[in-house]
Each structure stands twice: as structure tokens, then as C-alpha cells.
């Protein structure tokens, strides 16, 4: 091999200007590697101490975008100015009206309910000033909506789904207070966090305060009760007195659900005097809530609905919807069939055929898979018959009435 050439004698080529700038651009370049080095062990330091710093990212993000929100539908600034921690926390369980999908119009039959819960609820959140033009301007306190209503009745009768559309229809905020996420919320200042409650539900009103399940978070006292739960229960039917206090503009409504009334604390129910029963479909109404559920569905034609609503005594609102579900598998397993086979014969695997429509005897089929709620809210009838008078002829009262006599019978 050739030896190499040796290196090139004497001066560097290199002016001074070039040497200075390859000494700034290292100089530059060590300085970013440094910087981003220093940024980066601060983020892990920043993990490693505080590993809630992305989540409380988040929901700062989310806050700024409910806040916004809520100016943008109208809500005064001043009003929102300064919310406490607490406020804060419960900003993440506001829900939109414009968010909610379910109206009076999705929900079958309840068709005198709906009336009622209009006329008391929907009409006064939604046109306040007719309601105003009591003497003087002001409105009669008789005319303000309940501060206190109760939906009661056997499970999957479409309770949770008409406090929705109550909020829906009348343009409210919706607070829902679901127990699970109160009580581990409220397990530090449960104070606190009650009156929170009702200072950002009266912060944002229209509002309708919604406890799903009401008997999970205010049951029937009971010796063992804690005593942060006691305080929480105490303060927070303190807070909603302070509501009826002949406040005539206030437009906060707190709406309770349950499938277990007899479970709830007395002085709570004491406190929704209007209780309305959302019962198990009858034979019309099921028509109607099988016309809803089956509305996006391709059935054959005639379809006749009746006949379904006929054979399906005892099946709640949800029952009915899923029903309609384990009918959809049978067309849907007949498609899925029909590609197996041509996979399993090793021919070409063709696309699944469309599904075909769904037919009577889909449904009727489907009875087999689908058990009724009348089965399982045998509890509730009879306990609510039970608690109400022991008496025989309860059988046959209006269950609204056995509820009202069963709250005398507890509170008396
Ligand atoms: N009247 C109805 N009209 C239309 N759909 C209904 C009706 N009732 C129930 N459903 C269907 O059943 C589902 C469950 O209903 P929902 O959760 O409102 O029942 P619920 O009364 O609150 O039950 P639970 O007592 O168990 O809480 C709804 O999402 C809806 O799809
Ligand atoms: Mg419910």
C-alpha cells in the first residue's frame, strides 16, 4: 500500500473568523444540550416528586373549558368569579344540556308524567319571567318549580333517562351527584363540599341537581352510620331548606331516582313532596318504547309491534331494549355463519353478507334470553306495599299513594 500522504505543513488554512465561529456554534451547541438536559431531569424530577402534575394538567384544561363554556351560554362572570377548591372539583360533574342525548321525545309512554314534570319543572326553568308576573313583578313562591322531586320505581323503567331529558328539555345545567364519585370526594370536608354544591348550582342556575340512586347516598339512618356521612346528610338538607326560604328567583331543582324508596332517609323524602312513579310499561306504552328502540333498526314489513307488546307483561323499558338486542344477534350470527363457512370450505373468504331484516319471530325467540324486571323488583313491590300499611287491600292502591303512606308510617 502507497503510504498517505502526510499531513499538509505549516499554517491552518482557517482565517480567524471561520475559527470563531465554529467556536461559538460549539459553545451554542454544548449550551442546548445543556439547557435541554436541565429540562428534561426537571421533568422527571417534576414526575418523580409529583406524579399527579399531568392529571392536574388535565383538569385544569377541562376547568378553563367548562368556564368558557359557561360564559358562552350566558353565565355573568362576576358569577363564576373565585370558586373554591370544592366548586372547582365539582365543575367536573356539570353536564351541558347540549350535551345530554336523551329528550322527552326518546323516552316511551310516562306520558302523564311527562305533562306533570313539564308544567312543574320544564316551564318554570325554561320561561322564568311568565312565572315572574306575579304582583309586583315578582313571582309567587307558589309558582317557582319544586325545590324537591323524586322519581321512584322498579329498576330499568327509564327513571335516570327522564331526569336527563328534564334537563335537556328545560335548558338546565345538570349536576349529577352519583355516590360513588361524592363519597370519595367527600370523605375530606364533607361540609364543604355540600355547600359547594348548592353555591355553584346556584353559580351557574338554571341547574338541576341530580342524585341517581338517592338511597346510596342518603339512606334510612342506622347506628353505625359514620359520622363524616351523618354531618354531610345534615348539612346538605340545611343547605336545601335554605333554597325554599321564599328565594323567588332561585332556579335550582335538586331531582332524586331510586329503585329502593324504602331505603331512603325519611327526612330526605320529607323534602320532595312531589313523588311520581315511573311504573313498568303498560301494553301502549310498551308499543311505544318498542318503536323507539327498534326506530334505527331494519325490521320486515308489516312489523307488528303489538304482538311483541303483547307477549311482554312484566318487562321494563330496558327488558324491552334488550330484547330487541338478543333478537339482533339472530341475523347478525346468521351473517357471521355464512363467511365462516366459506373460510372453513378453504375457498376465497368472502365479505359477510348484509344482515338481513329482523322479524317477529326474532323477537320472540329472543324471550328465552331476557329476564323480566318483574322478576327481580318483586322486592320493591312488595316492600313498598309492606312499608306502606300491611295492609291486605294494598295490593291494589296507586303506588304513589303507598309511597305517601309509607313516609307517614316512617315519620310518624
Ligand atoms: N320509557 C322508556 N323509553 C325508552 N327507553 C327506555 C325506557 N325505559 C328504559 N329505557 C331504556 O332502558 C335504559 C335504562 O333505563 P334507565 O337507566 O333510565 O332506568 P332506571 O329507571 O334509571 O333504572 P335503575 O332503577 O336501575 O337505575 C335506557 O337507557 C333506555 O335505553
Ligand atoms: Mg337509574
Given at each position: 500500500m502507497p503510504p498517505s500522504d502526510p499531513p499538509p505543513d505549516?499554517?491552518?488554512?482557517?482565517?480567524p473568523v471561520a475559527s470563531l465561529f465554529a467556536f461559538l456554534s460549539r459553545e451554542v451547541l454544548s449550551a442546548v444540550i445543556a439547557l435541554a438536559g436541565v429540562y428534561l431531569s426537571a421533568k422527571v424530577i417534576k414526575r418523580v416528586m409529583d406524579p399527579n402534575s399531568d392529571e392536574r394538567e388535565r383538569l385544569r384544561q377541562h376547568r378553563e373549558q367548562v368556564l368558557e363554556r359557561l360564559y358562552r351560554t350566558g353565565v355573568p362572570r362576576d358569577a363564576l368569579r373565585c370558586l373554591g377548591p370544592s366548586e372547582e372539583t365539582l365543575l367536573h360533574d356539570l353536564v351541558f344540556p347540549e350535551d345530554i342525548?336523551?329528550?322527552?321525545?326518546?323516552?316511551?309512554?310516562l306520558q302523564g308524567t311527562k305533562e306533570t314534570l313539564k308544567e312543574l319543572i320544564v316551564y318554570p326553568l325554561l320561561y322564568p319571567e311568565v312565572y315572574a308576573a306575579g304582583r309586583g313583578g315578582a313571582a309567587s313562591s307558589l309558582l317557582t318549580p319544586p325545590k324537591g322531586i323524586l322519581l321512584f320505581g322498579?329498576?330499568?323503567?327509564?327513571k335516570t333517562m327522564l331526569a336527563k331529558a328534564l334537563a335537556k328539555e328545560s335548558g338546565a345545567n345538570f349536576l349529577a351527584l352519583s355516590p360513588s364519585s361524592l363519597l370519595s370526594k367527600w370523605l375530606g370536608d364533607t361540609e364543604q363540599l355540600a355547600r359547594a354544591v348548592f353555591s355553584l348550582a346556584r353559580r351557574v342556575q338554571p341547574t338541576i341537581i341530580f342524585i341517581d340512586e338517592i338511597d346510596g347516598l342518603f339512606r334510612e339512618r342506622t347506628s353505625q352510620e359514620h359520622e363524616a356521612h351523618k354531618n354531610l346528610k345534615a348539612e346538605f338538607m340545611q343547605l336545601w331548606d335554605g333554597l325554599t326560604?321564599?328565594?323567588?328567583?332561585n332556579q335550582v331543582v335538586v331531582l332524586g331516582a331510586t329503585?329502593?324508596?324504602?331505603?331512603?332517609d325519611p327526612a330526605i323524602l320529607r323534602r320532595m313532596p312531589r313523588p311520581f312513579e315511573v311504573s313498568l310499561p303498560a301494553v301502549e306504552e310498551r308499543v311505544e318504547i318498542l318503536r323507539k328502540v327498534l326506530h334505527d333498526v331494519d325490521v320486515?314489513?308489516?312489523?307488528?309491534?303489538q304482538t311483541v307488546a303483547n307477549v311482554?307483561?312484566?318487562?321494563?323499558g330496558s327488558d324491552l331494549k334488550e330484547l330487541c338486542r338478543a333478537a339482533m344477534m339472530h341475523p347478525v350470527r346468521e351473517s357471521l355463519r355464512a363467511t365462516a363457512k366459506s373460510v372453513g370450505t378453504g375457498m376465497v373468504r368472502r365479505k359477510a353478507p348484509p344482515l338481513r331484516p329482523l322479524t317477529l319471530d326474532d323477537v320472540l325467540l329472543a324471550r328465552r334470553e331476557v329476564t323480566r324486571t318483574q322478576e327481580q323488583s318483586a322486592d320493591y313491590q312488595e316492600r313498598v306495599a309492606r312499608e306502606s300499611?300491611?295492609?291486605?287491600?294494598?295490593?291494589?292502591?296507586?303506588m304513589t299513594v303507598k309511597f305517601l303512606q309509607m313516609l307517614a308510617t316512617k315519620t310518624s
Open positions: 505549516g499554517p491552518s488554512e482557517t482565517t342525548n336523551s329528550d322527552f321525545d326518546a323516552v316511551g309512554g322498579p329498576p330499568g323503567t327509564g326560604t321564599d328565594d323567588r328567583f329503585n329502593r324508596p324504602y331505603d331512603v320486515e314489513r308489516p312489523f307488528d309491534l311482554t307483561a312484566g318487562y321494563s300499611s300491611g295492609d291486605a287491600s294494598a295490593a291494589s292502591m296507586d
